[in-house]
């Protein structure tokens, strides 16, 4: 389960992994992906990109 908040900002960040998630899937870039949703801060991106769902 990917954290609500940036763990060193506290960015709410949950509500764009979903997105993400479907966007990867259809093999678009990370770096355009984020642009386009408005993530900046590499803190948030990083959230994002190294994320591993371990509960299914």
């Given amino acids: 389960m990917i ?13 764009f992994f979903d ?3 479907l966007r990867i899937a259809e093999k678009e870039d990370s770096k355009v992906i ?3 949703m ?7 991106r990083r959230m994002l990109i190294s994320h591993v769902e371990t509960w299914e």
């Fill in 19 to 21: 997105e993400y998630q």
């Fill in 38 to 44: 408005g993530i900046k801060r590499y803190c948030c």
């Fill in 3 to 15: 954290p609500v908040r940036c763990i060193s900002c506290g960015k709410p960040i949950s509500a």
């Fill in 34 to 36: 984020l642009d386009e």
